[in-house]
């Protein structure tokens, strides 16, 4: 009889291991996510915004918007589904019996959330301005940027060139035990632990109206050829980028 009791014990605790376990994730810099379809677009940006880089107080000013022509623009072919990996920072809370566990299986944990978190999207496709050069580089725009641009030298431009558009989002654990819908599940050590994600409640954006995701071609003024050039390898993930009010 005790043998019962110890087998029925040792059962029961096994499986409060296995169950009731959840990890709470918050994004905590949601604005600054990027992935190769882009920047979230909490700014709100559409093609042809154009804002000023401060490359010193490490800010993005909306400056003002050229008109861009449907005919203007390419628009790739929609894909059903894309999972991206990200790259944003988060806040991991753990319920339930994981609370007790080693502070190695909570480090396991999160870290597995934290490397293997992705952005999934249904339905998506992106516009692009086909030759943006063209028209940040109209005589009405150069001679407004340019006066800028003489005043101070730290400053370069960035033109928002391409937008995703999707269906939906969501984020989601990359190769995750699915248990049906959008439930998320790792495992730890003994534990299986249900990964609720909270970002999605922070990501205030329209992704089907406004885009998901905008690109940013950076130009930076050259006097000598009174005209902006495209810079490369600018990194944007540690800027703050300001949309129009």
Do not use: W
Not at 190 to 201: D, L, Q, R, W
Not at 226 to 243: Q, W
Request: with cysteine.
């Amino acid at each position: 009889m005790k043998t019962f009791y110890y087998t029925l014990l040792i059962s029961l605790t096994l499986l409060s291991f296995a169950s009731c376990n959840t990890a709470r994730v918050a994004c905590t810099e949601v604005d600054k996510f990027q992935s190769r379809a882009g920047i979230l677009n909490v700014p709100n940006f559409t093609q042809g915004d154009i804002f000023m880089i401060d490359t010193l107080a490490k800010r993005g000013d909306y400056l003002m918007h050229i008109d861009i022509l449907d005919n203007e623009l390419s628009i790739s072919p929609k894909i059903d589904s894309t999972e991206i990996l990200t790259n944003t920072s988060f806040s991991i809370a753990f319920e339930g019996a994981i609370e007790k566990a080693s502070q190695s299986v909570k480090v396991d944990a999160s870290n597995k959330i934290k490397n293997n978190t992705t952005f999934f999207m249904t339905n998506h496709f992106r516009k692009n301005i086909k030759t943006p050069s063209t028209k940040i580089n109209d005589n009405q725009v150069v001679k407004e940027l340019s006066t800028i641009s003489l005043s101070n030298s730290n400053i370069v431009f960035g033109m928002v060139t391409g937008i995703v558009y999707a269906d939906d989002f969501e984020f989601r654990v990359k190769k995750s035990i699915q248990a049906g819908g959008k439930s998320n599940v790792i495992k730890s050590g003994k534990f299986k632990i249900n990964v609720n994600y909270e970002c999605e409640g922070s990501v205030v954006v329209d992704a089907k109206n406004g885009g998901i995701f905008f690109k940013v071609t950076v130009f930076e003024y050259d006097k000598s050829k009174n005209k902006l050039i495209a810079r490369t390898g600018f990194d944007l993930s540690k800027y703050e980028l300001v949309g129009a009010k």
